[in-house]
């Protein structure tokens, strides 16, 4: 199908020298930005979609379990773990951050702000 479409100078202009950057037709750059665009908007309209429907969905009573006592309590008075070793925990907890840590520099670093 063949569609005939007038653009002002200031947006046809800019289209023209976008597609001989990239050495493609002009008819090429806008049929690609088209698709992209109609693409995109089909994916956002379907995640709104999806968003509101789970939005409009009732809870399900059998999925809802009152509380027996406090969260607090419950820790309070939990059983201890003879196998859990504090030491050995937080050295490895120590690790993760300094690996996070590095990783957050590194990216500081390649985006300019390091």
Partial sequence: MSVTITLPDEIANPLQAQAEAKQVSLDKLVTDLLTNVLATDQEEDELEALVARIKATPPNPANIHPPTASLAELLL???EDPDFDLEAWNREWAKVEAEIKAIER??????GRG
């Fill in 77 to 79: 008075n939990s059983p």
């Fill in 106 to 111: 590194a990216d500081d670093i390649a985006e």
